[in-house]
């Protein structure tokens, strides 16, 4: 078997016309006289751009299926989106919305793809009874693959513009299930929910509470990211949402949150804060503690753990466990009725069930009550008011006293 090389395809000559010749990808390109500086400018560009390409030949269009474009993107979405050396979400959701544009167009050519292919993908989206704007970013997701696909010379440019005069779907103008808004989170709700939360989520939760941060930015607090040097601590996110458009993060932390935080500083600056190492290590030890049998009899501590567990702990909270976490901490404390079907109980943990990003929504509430909408952006750290806006719900006591005022 020969031996795998990643050489450059040579600049070489042709002997019977005396041009310059360089065979990419088993297609020879005549490239003028050779030893001229013409030919040498022409085998810079055709090498320059198969490297870009990632080594492969441009495809012509009627021979790129829309299976063997996904699969390309794919491989270029999983290195492009990644924040910290992982996969950001935005890659699970390319992966998502090609569900669709797999099904339906898998093995069709990306020149019969147009926009009434698109259209008819959308249709079934809407038919899954997916949410507008969730319909909207997955075929915008799809218009960019499409682009990425133009930009390396895969596809024809004509396509890609096609596919982009497909606009989104507007509110009111189809059949497309609407969403309701992102609402604050009671303090009696967060409060019922608390003592069925294990100790570190607890605290977790009562810190975001009091500093509005996101939940990525409560599960990536390290001690090395917080600056303590002043009575209101300023907590710098390693990564956080909006880093790819260079904006800065700092997250205040008053005497409250330091409170709350002290236990969890004990350890080496580039740890993370919250683990479920040590959630199911205290956890552990609660039990222990409240065990009735004597050591002698029963299982001893230890004794009756997994050699090789498939799963263990791991040193920091991932966003979606700390929701589940909160999420059966609502069932345990807002316990359904029972007769109740489907739809009866997803209404009824619509109603009771709250998600960590709540918590977010409730803090610009009341510092925008509090200190106005300036206030919130500085906070929550928003470049424009008008995102605030979506945040921070309005007074409507100030409201009422005014009507009332006026009569």
């Known amino acids: 078997m020969p031996r795998l090389v990643r050489s450059v395809p040579r600049y070489r000559k042709h002997r019977a016309t005396g041009q310059a010749l360089v065979t990419i990808s088993g297609r020879d390109f005549y490239l003028g006289l050779y030893g001229s500086k013409a030919s040498r400018v022409e085998y810079d560009r055709l090498i320059g ?54 099904a339906a167009y898998s093995h069709s050519l990306v020149s019969e793809f147009g926009p009434l292919s698109l259209k008819a993908i959308r249709l079934k989206m809407v038919e899954a009874d997916l949410a507008r704007s969730t319909i909207n970013r997955n075929i915008s997701r799809i218009q960019q693959c499409f682009r990425w696909a133009a930009s390396e010379q895969l596809i024809d440019v004509a396509t890609s513009h096609a596919l ?45 509470r009091l500093t509005g941060m996101r939940p990525a930015e409560v599960c990536s607090l390290r001690p090395a990211d917080i600056n303590r040097d002043e009575d209101v601590w300023q907590y710098r996110p390693a990564g956080h949402k909006t880093e790819h458009h260079g904006k800065g993060r700092v997250v205040f932390i008053g005497a409250r949150g330091q409170q709350i935080l002290l236990r969890y500083l004990v350890r080496a600056a580039d740890a993370y804060c919250f683990s479920p190492a040590d959630s199911e290590a205290k956890r552990l030890a609660e039990r222990h503690a409240n065990r009735t049998a004597r050591l002698c009899c029963g299982n001893r501590p230890g004794t009756n753990r997994v050699a090789k567990p498939k799963r263990t702990p791991g040193d920091r909270y991932e966003v979606d466990a700390y929701r589940r976490a909160i999420t059966r901490a609502c069932e345990l404390a807002f316990p359904a009725p029972e007769g109740l079907d489907g739809v009866q109980l997803k209404a009824w943990r619509l109603k009771h069930h709250w998600a960590p990003n709540q918590l977010r929504h409730s803090a610009a509430t009341q510092i925008r009550k509090q200190f106005g909408i300036e206030a919130v952006a500085t906070i929550l750290g928003h470049a424009k008011i008008s995102t605030s806006e979506i945040y921070a719900e309005r007074n409507t006591a100030a409201g009422v006293e005014i009507a009332r005022a006026i009569g």
């Open 49 to 102: 751009e198969w490297l870009a390409g990632g080594r492969r030949p441009a495809v012509v269009v009627e021979e790129l299926t829309i299976g063997e474009l996904m699969i390309r993107y794919l491989e270029h979405a999983k290195s492009h989106y990644r924040k910290n050396g992982e996969l950001t979400t935005e890659y699970d959701g390319i992966r998502m919305a090609f569900r669709y544009l797999k």
């Open 164 to 208: 982009d005069t497909v606009n989104g779907l507007q509110k009111g103008r189809s059949d497309a299930r609407e969403t309701d808004p992102v609402l604050p989170v009671s303090d009696e709700a967060v409060d019922a929910t608390l003592p069925h939360l294990p100790a570190v989520v607890a605290d977790m939760v009562r810190l975001q």
